[in-house]
């Protein structure tokens, strides 16, 4: 039974027993029967009642262990705690509250909590206490008596009695120091992080703006790049790539038009080695650029101008009607290109050989095929005069296959040993006997038969493979030479003569070669007798007098070959270490029937002896013919009517005939 069942119970009695007295006053004779009866209704409820006191006792000793258990925790809790009434006056505190305001906890009772608030916060703190519905939790600066203030957090909640009416309110202070420190250290931190972040924005952004600098450079280098694989470098106009990619595209269209026309345009620039060689190198270059200027004033927008290198350029003439279209340009060309350069201040002339290739003349598949071939019509414009332009045929392009396969089979020949050295002899005409031989290279051709020099020299001189030819025959003479007088001692055999083309003598180490063959074959230099044609002399100059100046002084002898029919002269000869002049057959042939020939024969000989230069007449035939050049002082005779060119053996055995002229 709880108290307010026991207090019911207590009512109840008393109503009882003033019914038992108003029974007792009305009713006498009960008077003892209500007597009985009330001491049982009182023995009852004493009985009750002493239940009643044992469970309060033991209600009070759990509410007496709850209220200590509640005081230990408020006393010993971390935190502090403060209950306050209403109007903020402490009326209890805990250890931790009088640690934290450094005053006793007996003299923290009873005192205004706004005392401990720091002097700058009191006013707010007021200002709070009137809000406190509002405002549960906050900060504000405590200050002890006699300390420096701190910051603290405050949270706190009202305390009601049993009625449900605010008495009170409970304080929970917390000093903040070390987190405002924290956070003070986080603020500090997050501003340097800013900085720093700042600041690797600013480097971040410097690097965006290096590496966008970066791409613009690389793009500009690769455009520039892209630029220079298909433009050439000196003159910008478009180059062989290029203009092999702007031909293939016309090719191409050409396939789906059938009325779509196109030509090539080769140009080569004659005699610009001379202008290069003369004027250097930089001049050379800005004679190029003007060169590719007045070669893009002859073609329309639509046409494509190019420099293939060196002096060679090519045209791209699309959409032209008829092959006269094409020849128009070649003519505006050569006008244009007639007209004087000038060259800081200095005033040069050129001309240009032609070829032209019309679209039309072959099914084209590749473009390669079409330069080619206004390449072959441009050489043969050269070998007509130069200074004028040739179209391209199907004959052209047969002698250039033809040309081609005489190139494959002659390096075929090298490798074979298809080569051979005849030997023709040259007669002293002083004594009538054989003096030495010529060394004469003829080619066994496996199809075409024995080839003369003239088949075939020329090719090799352009493909560059005179040079191993060359060297090859100067070994072959000179080693055949040596063996002929190891065994035939008793013979009067003093010159071997081998040829030395033009483009021999752009060897570096010619003379070193020469000299290598000279001890490898045990031949004496003065044995040895060179022919060189009047080209060399006019077309080399000075390094060509250094180089034979170089052979004279070893010993070897120097002749002219084929004189006179070149734009050499006896002043020019002069100049030159040459110890023998060849009248060319041209004018032996006709010495019986044309005085005019036995005239200028006569002026030769005698102009020679005048330079102290013997004299050899080639292309002697008849008898009457060797009586004419003996009659002139020649020294030396060669020709059928001595000898037809021989083979090593049959020239051995004539050796040995010794036959006398």
Same mark, same amino acid.
């Given at each position: ?231 050439? *470098? !000196?003159?910008?106009?478009? %180059? ?6 702007? /031909? +293939?595209? &016309?090719?191409?269209?050409?396939? =789906? ?99 032209? *290739? !019309?679209?039309?003349?072959? %099914? ?6 079409? /330069? +080619?071939? &206004?390449?072959?019509?441009?050489? =043969? ?281």
């Amino acid at each position: 039974m709880n108290v307010d069942g026991f207090s019911q119970h207590i009512k109840k009695l008393r109503s009882q027993v003033q019914k038992l007295v108003q029974r007792s006053v009305t009713q006498p004779n009960l008077e003892q029967e209500i007597i009985t009866e009330t001491f049982e209704e009182l023995h009852t409820t004493v009985e009750e009642l002493l239940i009643v006191s044992q469970e309060l006792e033991l209600r009070q000793a759990a509410l007496d262990k709850e209220r200590q258990r509640y005081q230990d925790l408020f006393e010993f809790a971390p935190d502090a705690y403060l209950v306050t009434n209403t109007t903020g006056t402490i009326q209890e505190a805990n250890h931790a509250a009088a640690s934290l305001l450094h005053v006793r906890q007996k003299y923290l009772v009873g005192k205004p909590l706004i005392l401990f608030i720091a002097q700058q916060d009191r006013q707010v703190f007021s200002s709070q206490m009137n809000n406190l519905q509002q405002l549960l939790n906050w900060e504000t600066n405590l200050q002890p008596r006699g300390e420096k203030p701190f910051p603290a957090s405050v949270k706190l909640s009202a305390v009601y009695d049993e009625k449900g009416e605010q008495i009170g309110w409970r304080w929970l202070l917390c000093n903040i120091t070390e987190r405002k420190e924290v956070q003070k250290m986080l603020h500090r931190a997050y501003d340097d992080l800013e900085i720093r972040v700042a600041e690797r924005t600013a480097e971040l952004i410097k690097a965006n703006q290096k590496l966008l600098t970066e791409i613009t450079e690389r793009k500009r280098a690769e455009s520039q790049l892209l630029h220079l694989a298909f433009h050439d *470098a !000196l003159t910008g106009l478009p %180059n062989r790539a290029a203009f092999i990619n702007r /031909l +293939r595209h &016309a090719i191409n269209y050409s396939k =789906r038009h059938s009325d779509y026309l196109f030509a090539v345009l080769f140009i080569d620039l004659d005699r610009f080695k001379v202008i290069n060689d003369s004027l250097g190198h930089h001049k050379g270059d800005q004679f190029l650029l003007a060169i590719a200027s007045r070669l893009e004033l002859c073609v329309r927008s639509i046409d494509t101008a190019a420099r293939l290198g060196g002096d060679e350029f090519t045209i791209l003439l699309e959409g032209i009607q008829d092959v006269s279209d094409a020849i128009k340009v070649a003519d505006r060309i050569e006008q244009e290109l007639k007209l004087p350069f000038e060259l800081d201040g200095q005033e040069i002339f050129t001309t240009a050989s032609i070829g032209i *290739a !019309l679209s039309s003349t072959i %099914n084209y598949e590749r473009p390669e095929d079409v /330069l +080619r071939d &206004a390449d072959t019509a441009m050489y =043969r414009a050269k070998m007509l005069g130069r200074a004028r332009y040739e179209l391209f045929n199907s004959n052209m392009y047969a002698n250039a296959l033809a040309k081609l396969q005489l190139e494959t089979d002659l390096r075929r020949a090298i490798e074979r040993l298809e080569l051979r050295v005849y030997y023709q002899p040259i007669v002293s005409l002083t004594s009538g006997s054989i003096l030495g031989f010529e060394a004469l290279l003829r080619w066994e051709h496996s199809e075409r038969g024995l080839l003369s020099p003239a088949d075939f020299i020329p090719l090799a001189e352009e493909t560059g493979l005179i040079f191993s030819i060359g060297k090859w025959v100067l070994h072959e003479a000179c080693a055949q030479m040596q063996a002929w007088r190891a065994s035939h001692s008793s013979n009067l055999l003093k010159k071997i003569s081998v040829n030395l083309s033009l483009k021999q003598f752009s060897q570096p180490d010619l003379i070193e070669q020469i000299g290598q063959i000279l001890e490898s074959t045990g031949l004496n230099a003065d044995s040895l007798v060179l022919d060189i044609t009047e080209s060399v002399i006019v077309e080399n100059g000075d390094r060509v007098i250094a180089t034979l100046s170089q052979l004279r002084e070893i010993g070897i002898q120097l002749s002219i070959d084929d004189f006179g029919t070149g734009y050499s002269s006896l002043g020019r000869l002069y100049n030159f270490p040459i110890s023998l002049l060849k009248i060319d057959r041209s004018f032996i042939s006709s010495i019986s029937s044309n005085s005019k020939n036995l005239e200028i024969i006569e002026i030769l000989v005698t102009l020679a002896h005048k330079l102290g230069v013997d004299v050899l007449a080639e292309g002697i035939e008849t008898k009457e013919q060797l009586a004419l050049v003996r009659k002139l002082n020649c020294e030396y005779g060669q020709g059928h009517f001595f000898s037809v060119p021989l083979n090593s053996s049959a020239a051995e055995a004539l050796i040995k005939a010794n036959p006398q002229w």
